[in-house]
């Protein structure tokens, strides 16, 4: 009997193949309330994130401050919302996180183990949006230029690299 239910999942017995079912559902249930938790942890983060200013950006808009330029953060009128811009001058400057935008050979952009997969995928869907974002940018007349997070290490670099960009327009 034993053997009937744990390897076919069938029993003559009610109370046995009850048990299995409620076994069944208690894990299920589990889990999709991990899932559920899980995916409620990640959205705030994500709005958390998109909420508040991060640590480049405000290490650019202090050297592009510096540099003397104007700018808008944000901008809800330009394509893809540029973290600065200067719509009149026609520049645009974003600044990456290097995970998210997976910057190409950089130590910080790292794949986790688990959900390899989607992961892959969701960088590869982030960076057609970000070449999809210059595109448009670019059509409407734009200079485009991206700092990424691990530039912002070295300020020297950054402002050397944002005075070429904003002196050339
Ligand atoms: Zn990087």
Same mark, same amino acid.
């Given at each position: 009997?034993?053997?009937?239910?744990?390897?076919?999942?069938?029993?003559? *017995?009610?109370?046995?193949?009850?048990? /299995?079912? $409620?076994?069944? #559902? +208690?894990?299920? !249930?589990?889990?999709?309330?991990?899932?559920?938790?899980?995916?409620?942890?990640?959205?705030?983060?994500?709005?958390?994130?998109?909420? *508040?200013?991060?640590?480049?950006?405000? /290490?650019? $808009?202090?050297? #592009? +401050?510096?540099? !003397?330029?104007?700018?808008?953060?944000?901008?809800?009128?330009?394509?893809?919302?540029?973290?600065?811009?200067?719509?009149?001058?026609?520049?645009?400057?974003?600044?990456?996180?290097?995970?998210?935008?997976?910057? +190409?050979?950089?130590?910080?952009?790292?794949?986790?183990?688990?959900?390899?997969?989607?992961?892959?995928?969701?960088?590869?869907?982030?960076?057609?949006?970000?070449?999809?974002?210059?595109?448009?940018?670019?059509?409407?007349?734009? +200079?485009?230029?991206?700092?990424?997070?691990?530039?912002?290490?070295?300020?020297?670099?950054?402002?050397?690299?944002?005075?070429?960009?904003?002196?050339?327009?």
């Amino acid at each position: 009997m034993t053997f009937l239910i744990d390897f076919h999942g069938a029993s003559s *017995s009610l109370r046995g193949r009850d048990g /299995i079912a $409620r076994a069944r #559902v +208690r894990k299920d !249930g589990v889990k999709a309330t991990q899932e559920r938790l899980l995916s409620s942890l990640t959205s705030a983060r994500m709005r958390a994130v998109r909420q *508040s200013s991060t640590r480049p950006e405000l /290490i650019v $808009r202090s050297i #592009v +401050r510096t540099l !003397g330029y104007s700018y808008r953060i944000c901008s809800p009128s330009l394509p893809g919302r540029p973290d600065l811009s200067n719509a009149s001058r026609k520049w645009a400057l974003f600044v990456n996180g290097c995970f998210w935008h997976h910057h +190409r050979d950089c130590k910080l952009a790292t794949i986790p183990k688990s959900n390899r997969a989607f992961w892959i995928d969701k960088f590869r869907r982030n960076r057609e949006r970000d070449r999809v974002k210059t595109r448009l940018l670019r059509a409407l007349g734009f +200079r485009t230029a991206v700092v990424w997070q691990c530039e912002c290490r070295d300020t020297q670099t950054v402002t050397r690299k944002l005075r070429r960009f904003l002196d050339g327009i």
